[in-house]
Nanobody, 123 residues
Framework: QVRLVESGADSVQYGGSQRLSCVVF????????IAWFRQAPGKEREGVAC????????TYTDSVKGRFTISRDNSKNMVELQMNSLKPEDTAMYYC????????????????WGQGTQVTVSS
């Protein structure tokens, strides 16, 4: 059984930084693409950043480009999301997801999901 476990939940102030971690427990070969999605109250879940675990190629949604960095450490089965220059609109539950298809941020392309970790940015 494969599990994705996120950590790094915290409350930060506007302009601050936060690092989220996602550890893949079990057979990590079941997901070649690892992505971070987020969902704010009353809003749809959206893709934030994605990485191809084999090649390291990354994809970001426009609203986080230049502020967020996704990286992986295959030796630890871990993917991290470094978030800088945080804004109140970044407040959301952040989910780690794994899939085999692509980094196109299509929710149904990802068959493995973590339980989520809350990030709150205050102004």
């Amino acid at each position: 059984q494969v599990r994705l476990v996120e950590s790094g939940a915290d409350s930060v102030q506007y302009g601050g930084s936060q690092r989220l971690s996602c550890v893949v427990f079990g057979n990590s070969n079941l997901a070649n693409y690892i992505a971070w999605f987020r969902q704010a109250p009353g809003k749809e879940r959206e893709g934030v950043a994605c990485i191809n675990s084999a090649t390291g190629v990354t994809t970001y949604t426009d609203s986080v480009k230049g502020r967020f960095t996704i990286s992986r450490d295959n030796s630890k089965n871990m993917v991290e999301l470094q978030m800088n220059s945080l804004k109140p609109e970044d407040t959301a539950m952040y989910y780690c997801a794994g899939g085999w298809i692509s980094c196109g941020f299509i929710i149904t392309d990802f068959h493995l999901w973590g339980q989520g970790t809350q990030v709150t940015v205050s102004s």
